[in-house]
Protein backbone atom coordinates (compact mmCIF):
# COMPACT_ATOMS: atom_id res chain seq x y z
CA UNK A 1 0.00 0.00 0.00
CA UNK A 2 1.53 2.94 -0.83
CA UNK A 3 2.29 6.64 1.61
CA UNK A 4 -0.27 7.97 0.10
CA UNK A 5 -3.35 5.55 0.74
CA UNK A 6 -1.86 4.57 3.96
CA UNK A 7 -2.17 8.27 4.85
CA UNK A 8 -5.92 8.91 3.41
CA UNK A 9 -8.84 7.47 4.66
CA UNK A 10 -10.97 7.40 1.54
CA UNK A 11 -13.01 4.34 0.92
CA UNK A 12 -13.89 4.22 -2.82
CA UNK A 13 -17.08 1.49 -3.45
CA UNK A 14 -17.16 0.37 -7.05
CA UNK A 15 -19.14 -2.70 -8.53
CA UNK A 16 -21.74 -3.01 -11.29
CA UNK A 17 -25.39 -1.61 -10.45
CA UNK A 18 -27.29 -3.22 -7.79
CA UNK A 19 -24.30 -4.29 -6.53
CA UNK A 20 -25.11 -2.64 -3.09
CA UNK A 21 -22.73 0.23 -3.52
CA UNK A 22 -25.52 3.47 -2.21
CA UNK A 23 -27.01 0.66 0.13
CA UNK A 24 -23.89 -0.80 1.80
CA UNK A 25 -22.36 2.88 1.58
CA UNK A 26 -23.75 5.31 4.30
CA UNK A 27 -23.96 1.93 6.41
CA UNK A 28 -20.59 1.80 6.40
CA UNK A 29 -19.77 5.01 7.03
CA UNK A 30 -21.88 5.15 9.67
CA UNK A 31 -20.01 2.05 11.09
CA UNK A 32 -16.85 3.79 10.50
CA UNK A 33 -17.83 7.06 11.86
CA UNK A 34 -16.51 8.48 8.32
CA UNK A 35 -18.92 10.92 6.08
CA UNK A 36 -20.23 9.34 2.96
CA UNK A 37 -21.06 10.80 -0.43
CA UNK A 38 -22.78 9.10 -3.77
CA UNK A 39 -21.17 10.40 -7.02
CA UNK A 40 -24.51 9.74 -8.93
CA UNK A 41 -26.62 11.96 -6.38
CA UNK A 42 -24.04 14.82 -6.45
CA UNK A 43 -23.77 14.70 -10.08
CA UNK A 44 -27.86 14.66 -10.22
CA UNK A 45 -28.08 17.56 -7.56
CA UNK A 46 -25.27 19.92 -9.70
CA UNK A 47 -27.25 18.79 -13.17
CA UNK A 48 -30.69 19.32 -11.51
CA UNK A 49 -31.90 16.25 -12.86
CA UNK A 50 -31.48 12.39 -13.03
CA UNK A 51 -28.58 10.09 -14.23
CA UNK A 52 -30.75 8.82 -16.55
CA UNK A 53 -32.04 12.03 -18.20
CA UNK A 54 -28.40 13.65 -18.26
CA UNK A 55 -27.81 10.10 -20.32
CA UNK A 56 -30.47 11.14 -22.19
CA UNK A 57 -30.16 14.84 -23.04
CA UNK A 58 -26.90 15.44 -22.56
CA UNK A 59 -24.98 12.06 -23.46
CA UNK A 60 -22.79 9.40 -21.13
CA UNK A 61 -19.70 11.75 -22.78
CA UNK A 62 -21.00 15.13 -20.59
CA UNK A 63 -22.25 12.72 -17.60
CA UNK A 64 -18.19 11.50 -17.41
CA UNK A 65 -17.02 15.00 -17.91
CA UNK A 66 -18.86 15.96 -14.80
CA UNK A 67 -18.16 12.81 -12.80
CA UNK A 68 -13.94 13.52 -13.27
CA UNK A 69 -14.86 16.91 -11.70
CA UNK A 70 -16.52 15.21 -8.68
CA UNK A 71 -14.30 12.37 -8.16
CA UNK A 72 -11.37 14.87 -8.47
CA UNK A 73 -13.07 16.92 -5.36
CA UNK A 74 -14.07 13.87 -3.33
CA UNK A 75 -10.34 12.51 -3.44
CA UNK A 76 -9.23 15.80 -1.39
CA UNK A 77 -10.96 14.66 1.37
CA UNK A 78 -10.07 12.33 4.50
CA UNK A 79 -12.37 9.75 6.46
CA UNK A 80 -15.07 9.20 3.97
CA UNK A 81 -16.98 6.76 2.23
CA UNK A 82 -17.28 7.56 -1.62
CA UNK A 83 -20.04 5.27 -3.93
CA UNK A 84 -19.13 5.47 -7.72
CA UNK A 85 -21.30 4.56 -10.25
CA UNK A 86 -21.26 1.57 -11.94
CA UNK A 87 -19.18 3.05 -14.78
CA UNK A 88 -16.92 5.15 -13.18
CA UNK A 89 -13.82 3.14 -13.27
CA UNK A 90 -14.48 2.65 -16.73
CA UNK A 91 -12.71 6.24 -17.28
CA UNK A 92 -9.36 6.11 -16.87
CA UNK A 93 -8.56 9.40 -14.82
CA UNK A 94 -11.53 8.24 -12.71
CA UNK A 95 -9.62 5.06 -12.29
CA UNK A 96 -6.57 6.31 -11.37
CA UNK A 97 -7.76 8.57 -9.08
CA UNK A 98 -9.52 6.26 -7.33
CA UNK A 99 -6.79 3.91 -6.67
CA UNK A 100 -4.10 6.95 -6.56
CA UNK A 101 -5.87 8.46 -3.41
CA UNK A 102 -7.60 5.47 -1.45
CA UNK A 103 -8.61 1.78 -0.74
CA UNK A 104 -11.43 0.50 -3.73
CA UNK A 105 -13.37 -2.10 -2.69
CA UNK A 106 -15.35 -3.97 -5.28
CA UNK A 107 -18.93 -5.28 -4.11
CA UNK A 108 -19.54 -8.35 -6.12
CA UNK A 109 -22.71 -10.37 -7.03
CA UNK A 110 -22.74 -12.34 -10.39
CA UNK A 111 -24.63 -11.45 -13.22
CA UNK A 112 -27.17 -13.63 -12.03
CA UNK A 113 -28.13 -11.62 -9.17
CA UNK A 114 -27.78 -8.39 -10.55
CA UNK A 115 -30.05 -9.11 -13.33
CA UNK A 116 -32.60 -10.57 -10.27
CA UNK A 117 -32.35 -6.95 -9.19
CA UNK A 118 -32.33 -5.18 -11.77
CA UNK A 119 -35.12 -6.48 -13.88
CA UNK A 120 -37.94 -4.16 -12.60
CA UNK A 121 -35.30 -0.82 -12.04
CA UNK A 122 -36.25 1.92 -15.04
CA UNK A 123 -33.75 4.12 -13.15
CA UNK A 124 -30.51 2.66 -15.42
CA UNK A 125 -29.58 4.68 -18.13
CA UNK A 126 -27.57 1.98 -19.69
CA UNK A 127 -29.82 -0.68 -19.10
CA UNK A 128 -32.35 1.41 -21.82
CA UNK A 129 -32.77 0.69 -25.55
CA UNK A 130 -30.98 3.88 -27.79
CA UNK A 131 -34.33 5.43 -28.02
CA UNK A 132 -34.90 5.02 -23.70
CA UNK A 133 -37.02 2.53 -23.95
CA UNK A 134 -37.06 -0.17 -21.36
CA UNK A 135 -35.44 -3.39 -22.61
CA UNK A 136 -37.26 -6.88 -22.72
CA UNK A 137 -35.65 -9.94 -20.56
CA UNK A 138 -33.49 -10.76 -23.32
CA UNK A 139 -32.11 -7.68 -24.15
CA UNK A 140 -31.44 -6.92 -20.77
CA UNK A 141 -29.77 -9.92 -19.89
CA UNK A 142 -27.38 -9.62 -22.90
CA UNK A 143 -26.64 -6.07 -22.10
CA UNK A 144 -26.09 -7.02 -18.53
CA UNK A 145 -23.35 -10.39 -19.48
CA UNK A 146 -21.98 -7.64 -22.20
CA UNK A 147 -21.36 -4.78 -19.36
CA UNK A 148 -19.96 -7.57 -16.89
CA UNK A 149 -17.68 -8.40 -19.27
CA UNK A 150 -16.18 -5.46 -19.81
CA UNK A 151 -16.00 -4.19 -16.74
CA UNK A 152 -14.87 -7.26 -14.24
CA UNK A 153 -11.50 -6.77 -15.38
CA UNK A 154 -11.66 -3.42 -14.07
CA UNK A 155 -13.94 -4.23 -11.37
CA UNK A 156 -10.75 -6.98 -10.07
CA UNK A 157 -8.40 -4.94 -9.71
CA UNK A 158 -9.77 -3.41 -6.42
CA UNK A 159 -7.93 -4.10 -3.14
CA UNK A 160 -11.03 -5.41 -1.41
CA UNK A 161 -13.37 -7.87 -3.69
CA UNK A 162 -16.95 -8.98 -1.09
CA UNK A 163 -19.42 -11.09 -2.46
CA UNK A 164 -22.60 -9.46 -1.91
CA UNK A 165 -24.52 -12.44 -3.04
CA UNK A 166 -27.05 -13.98 -0.59
CA UNK A 167 -25.83 -11.48 2.61
CA UNK A 168 -27.69 -9.87 4.04
CA UNK A 169 -26.38 -5.90 4.71
CA UNK A 170 -24.86 -5.78 8.16
CA UNK A 171 -23.08 -9.07 7.58
CA UNK A 172 -21.42 -7.11 4.74
CA UNK A 173 -20.69 -4.11 5.89
CA UNK A 174 -19.00 -6.13 9.32
CA UNK A 175 -16.71 -8.30 6.60
CA UNK A 176 -15.67 -4.80 4.99
CA UNK A 177 -14.65 -3.58 8.52
CA UNK A 178 -12.61 -6.66 9.61
CA UNK A 179 -10.79 -6.69 6.33
CA UNK A 180 -9.78 -3.42 6.23
CA UNK A 181 -8.86 -3.79 10.24
CA UNK A 182 -6.66 -6.76 8.79
CA UNK A 183 -5.08 -4.57 5.64
CA UNK A 184 -3.99 -2.16 8.23
CA UNK A 185 -2.15 -4.84 10.35
Avoid: C, W
Amino acid sequence: MSDQRRRKTLIYLTGFMGSGKSTIGPILANTLGYGFSDVDRIIEARAGKSVNRIFREDGEKAFRAVERQVIAELSALDHHVISLGGGTVVDETNFATVRNTGILIYLYSTPEHLLARLQHKSDRPVLASSEGERLSADQLREKVMNLFAAREPLYSQANLIIHTDEQRVGITVDEIVRRLHAMKR
